[in-house]
């Protein structure tokens, strides 16, 4: 497999997690020491689901990150680009409405979704600004977005650390745990040229978001940025 570049041609990125699906999930765990556990708590938190509430979960890969909304009564569509990543995803909670859909294209009506949600996934679509004024354009009036992404630890030192963690120590666990170890140096090199908490929260407010802030995880290793749609 040739490793996705980071001008992120979609037919690159889908077929990169074409070939991770099956050990996605345990992979992302290892790799994370089992913090993604509780980040994808504080983004149920975020985006607080209530029951019939419609949610619309981007980038879901194979559901897991679908579930915790399920399980409030919201009815939620996990959507993602990957058909090897959905075919995991169906195999797994066939009850789920899985979609495949482009986040620059969203295969959706004008104003559908009470929050729509997409955790690790923002940095791998090809144009950022686009996708986030498509997430905007199938919220309805009222609603929100909650964003989990990679970002930049806040203390300097920490950085540093963690800067050589993801480039030196990460392809060698990955290659120990996937089954396609080059897919996660690509991971590496794009959260590192990912921009940085306040960089994201201005291109929220560009594509139409307001009110838009952002909490840091694990001192910034993560942080969530949230928005809304005014009526």
Wanted: proline share 6%; hydrophobic share 40%; charged share 25%.
């Amino acid at each position: 497999m040739t490793r996705a570049s980071l001008d992120k041609q979609p037919h690159e990125v889908a077929s990169m997690f074409d070939d991770v699906a099956e050990r996605y999930d345990l992979t992302n765990d290892v790799l994370s020491l089992g913090q993604d556990r509780r980040w994808r708590k504080e983004v149920a938190k975020a985006v607080d689901a209530r029951p019939a509430q419609k949610v619309l979960d981007l980038a879901a890969g194979t559901g897991t990150s679908s579930l915790p909304f399920a399980r409030t009564g919201a009815y939620v569509v996990p959507c993602d680009f990957s058909q090897g990543m959905l075919q995991v995803g169906k195999q797994r909670q066939p009850w789920l409405p899985y979609t495949a859909g482009d986040a620059t294209r969203l295969p959706f009506r004008d104003d559908t979704f009470d929050a729509v949600t997409i955790s690790f996934g923002l940095r791998n679509v090809q144009d950022t600004d686009a996708a986030l004024r498509e997430m905007h354009r199938v919220t309805r009036p009222g609603g929100r977005i909650v964003i989990c992404e990679f970002s930049h630890p806040t203390w300097a030192p920490f950085r540093t650390v963690y800067t050589e963690y993801l480039m030196r120590a990460l392809p060698p666990v990955a290659r120990a745990v996937s089954s396609s170890p080059d897919a996660y140096v690509y991971l590496a090199e794009s959260i590192r040229a990912w921009p940085d908490q306040p960089a994201l929260a201005e291109r929220l407010g560009k594509a139409g978001w307001s009110r838009v802030a952002w909490r840091n995880l694990s001192g910034g290793i993560v942080a969530l940025h949230r928005g809304f749609k005014e009526s």
